[in-house]
T-cell receptor, first 113, second 112 residues
């Protein structure tokens, strides 16, 4: 039982390049989330998916797209990376109608030069 | 915008002492949660307190919630070096559908 897994762990991109961050959970959770964490800012919600087939914007969605591929997987795409997107990205999952606590992956550290 | 503001930003104590960190928030909430983050790791859920509760305990953790002041506190008793981490409060806003808004965190260092 791996919980929430994220790939890759580290990535360096040049400005304008694209990439997809992958997230998978094996807890049969309905809801999944993408956050970014910047120094001194706590976590900010980028996008979330309350259940399979739905996605909604969070606090900071600009420059990102998401895909809820199936119940297990939720990917985050940067179409044209910018230095302002240098951050640590966390994926999380939770029950939709059950206990509201979220379970987090280990994070992806992204640097855009 | 950040819902929760935490203080202090950083706290350094000796092993065996108690650590208290505070969180303030802005809107009505369903519940408030506390998470721990060890350096370079993801967040781990510690404890949840619902809006109709005033105090909750879990092991060495004690959480209080004052909805009239829109504030919460986390007390860690008899701290250990292994408690060294960042602690974040997160609020689940009324009607927010399990979306959490995180505070800026308190960095706790417990020294031997």
């Amino acid at each position: 039982n791996a919980g929430v897994t994220q790939t890759p762990k580290f990535q360096v991109l040049k400005t304008g390049q694209s990439m997809t961050l992958q997230c998978a959970q094996d807890m049969n959770h309905n809801s999944m989330y993408w956050y970014r964490q910047d120094p001194g800012m706590g976590l900010r919600l980028i996008y979330y998916s309350a259940s399979e087939g739905t996605t909604d914007k969070g606090e900071v969605p600009n420059g990102y797209n998401v895909s809820r591929l199936n119940k297990r997987e939720f990917s985050l795409r940067l179409e044209s990376a910018a230095p302002s997107q240098t951050s640590v990205y966390f994926c999380a999952s939770s029950e939709y109608l059950g206990p509201p606590e979220q379970y987090f992956g280990p994070g992806t550290r992204l640097t855009v030069t | 915008s950040q819902q929760g503001e935490e203080d202090p930003q950083a706290l350094s104590i000796q092993e065996g002492e108690n650590a208290t960190m505070n969180c303030s928030y802005k809107t009505s909430i369903n519940n408030l949660q506390w998470y721990r983050q060890n350096s370079g790791r993801g967040l781990v859920h510690l404890i949840l307190i619902r809006s109709n509760e005033r105090e909750k305990h879990s092991g060495r953790l004690r959480v209080t919630l004052d909805t009239s002041k829109k504030s919460s506190s986390l007390l860690i008793t008899a701290s250990r070096a292994a408690d060294t981490a960042s602690y974040f409060c997160a609020t689940d806003e009324s009607g927010g559908g399990n979306k959490l808004t995180f505070g800026t965190g308190t960095q706790l260092k417990v020294e031997l």
